[in-house]
């Protein structure tokens, strides 16, 4: 095999990747269009149209850690909260993106609405929410949700599906079960953004793009600078 275009083994189909093209012409991102050149408020409105056309899982974004052996790893999570400070999304702190968030605090979201042909990236430092916010969020989980964090040692290597489904019996058993505490492995992630960037697809691949960093010159560290980044 040593040599040889290892593509070969791929099988036949129909489906020629290379042809499948779209040419993006729903909207235009312009900067005199963005009011006071805020990232916060853009993401919302963003966020507000992308729910208010019925997308499926509009809060499902891409969450890129890097651990300590460099390599990248991403995976999709839930938005869960968003305020002054930045998103915020719920796990369990053993699993890989959590031992990987604890040797290196930076990541990066990515939202993809295809139907609105609009992907927003989010850089920064994740730090843990506080204990509160992470019960009273664990609280308004549905009870087999919240059993399942429980059962779940998420990211571990298990045998097969027998072993999950015999925790979370185990688990459901338990003298609490009807009402469990929140998992001290468990809880909430907020990532404090200093680079947004807006994309929204423009004809001919000549894409919008706005780029929001945090404003050095600012005495005190508010404000964001807009620059536009070619597609």
């Not at 805020?38 to 019925?54: D, I, K, Y």
């Not at 019960?135 to 989980?141: H, I, P, Q, T, V």
């Not at 609490?176 to 468990?186: E, K, L, N, S, V």
Request: hydrophobic share 40%; charged share 25%; glycine share 8%.
């Amino acid at each position: 095999m040593t040599g040889k275009n290892t593509l070969a083994t791929v099988p036949s189909t129909h489906l020629h990747l290379a042809d499948i093209r779209t040419d993006y012409t729903r909207d235009v991102l312009l900067e005199d269009a963005v009011q006071l050149l805020e990232p916060f408020a853009l993401f919302g409105a963003w966020m507000e149209q992308a729910v208010q056309a019925g997308l499926e899982d509009a809060n499902a974004m891409t969450l890129s850690t890097v651990g300590s052996d460099l390599r990248p790893s991403s995976r999709v999570v839930l938005l869960k909260g968003l305020d002054a400070q930045g998103p915020v999304w719920f796990t369990n702190y053993h699993s890989r993106k959590g031992r990987e968030l604890a040797g290196n605090p930076f990541a990066a979201l990515q939202f993809h609405w295809v139907a609105l042909q609009r992907v927003v990236r989010i850089e920064g430092r994740v730090e843990k929410v506080g204990a509160e916010e992470s019960d009273l969020y664990f609280a308004s989980r549905p009870l087999a949700s919240r059993l399942g964090a429980w059962a779940s040692p998420q990211s571990e290597a298990i045998a097969n599906r027998a072993v999950l489904e015999a925790r979370l019996a185990e688990v459901s058993q338990r003298p609490d079960a009807d009402d469990p505490a929140r998992p001290g492995h468990w809880g909430g992630y907020r990532l404090i953004p200093d680079r947004w960037e807006f994309w929204q697809g423009r004809a001919s691949r000549l894409h919008d793009r706005l780029q929001f960093t945090r404003a050095q010159a600012q005495a005190d560290g508010s404000g964001w600078k807009v620059q536009r980044l070619a597609p």
